[in-house]
């Protein structure tokens, strides 16, 4: 499977098609953006596997379910907006409540919506999965980890939201490298603070790792594929010994990764917290980079959280 400059969408078809040749229980349900997905390939393969309930996101939760039910494995696509506030009791019930096997993809996550503007971007959509009992949310970094993870959101029965940034993304990890949902990935080591990313934020983690190294600053980088469930025993290892923590993400910084961790850090380990994120405001038009400078997800703003916790963690320690 080639990796470099493919889309992640892509990779997610690629494995959707190799594992629905090994096993018929796999199926697709759509809600009309089969070409947005990029899932037309799967159709081509599986045309009696495929159920496009047009623009009904609510009925292809429920369509998903009975198709659970009857024991099939289906996937479910659409925008992140229309994949978890618009569906939220029909996920709520049909599928977490009834423990049904229902796998739904949310496409465009945060910013990345670009084009489609404030009603396709969602901003909330890991907040409304966090608080539903049994979902595990993951979001892979790269086409690398979601290859390596791909197999255990098969092997586990119940409802998985996956977070997938359809276009191309930043390779942060190695041909090889082994992943675990549940686990974060320790990227650099460091003991100054930590400093806690997911999806598109990685690459911008780690960048700032690099200007604080020049500022003389030591910075742990901590990869979190899987929200929930977090990773606490990796989150509160690293808090310990830094004492400092920078959250960035591409979501609310209510509700999603940086509430996540605030809420295990405020319980087992209470230390200075800064969040980078879109502070409790709507989405809007925009190409990425435009929108990360808007809401303040780059390298710049993560090096200013930085010195927030860094000097409140000086005052703790005075």
Not at 153 to 180: C, S, T, W
Not at 294 to 303: F, N, S
Request: charged share 25%; net charge negative; proline share 4%.
């Amino acid at each position: 499977m080639v990796l470099e400059n493919r889309w992640l969408r892509e990779t997610y078809v690629d494995l959707l098609i190799e594992y629905a040749k090994k096993d018929e229980r796999v199926a697709i349900v759509e809600a009309d953006l089969m070409r947005a997905a990029g899932t037309l390939r799967f159709q081509e393969a599986f045309p009696d596997r495929v159920v496009d309930v047009g623009v009904a996101e609510a009925n292809m939760i429920g369509v998903a379910a009975g198709m659970s039910a009857m024991g099939k494995i289906p996937f479910t696509h659409t925008f992140t907006p229309f994949a978890t506030r618009r569906v939220c009791d029909q996920v709520t019930l049909s599928v977490a409540y009834a423990g049904l096997n229902v796998k739904m993809m949310g496409s465009d996550p945060g910013v990345t919506a670009e084009y489609n503007g404030g009603t396709h971007m969602s901003i909330e959509d890991v907040s409304i999965m966090r608080n539903i009992p049994g979902m595990i949310i993951y979001e892979p970094v790269d086409s690398v980890q979601l290859i390596d993870i791909f197999p255990q959101i098969m092997e586990h029965y119940g409802p998985v939201y996956i977070r997938l940034l359809r276009k191309n993304a930043v390779k942060i990890h190695k041909i090889g490298d082994k992943f675990q949902l549940g686990k974060g990935v320790l990227l650099k080591k460091g003991k100054d603070v930590t400093i806690i990313a997911g999806g598109i934020m990685v690459e911008e983690a780690l960048k700032a790792e690099e200007l604080l190294a020049g500022m003389g600053i030591s910075a742990e980088v901590i990869e979190i594929h899987t929200v929930k469930p977090l990773d606490e025993e990796m989150v509160v290892k690293s808090a310990e010994k830094t004492c400092a923590v920078v959250v960035a993400e591409n979501h609310s910084i209510i509700g999603g990764l940086g509430g996540a961790v605030s809420e295990c850090l405020s319980e087992s380990c209470p230390v200075p917290v800064k969040r980078v994120g879109v502070k409790d405001h709507f989405g809007e038009v925009g190409l990425t980079p435009f929108l990360k400078e808007k809401y303040g997800l780059t390298k710049e703003e993560i090096v200013k959280a930085v010195g927030v916790v860094l000097e409140k963690k000086k005052v703790r320690e005075n």
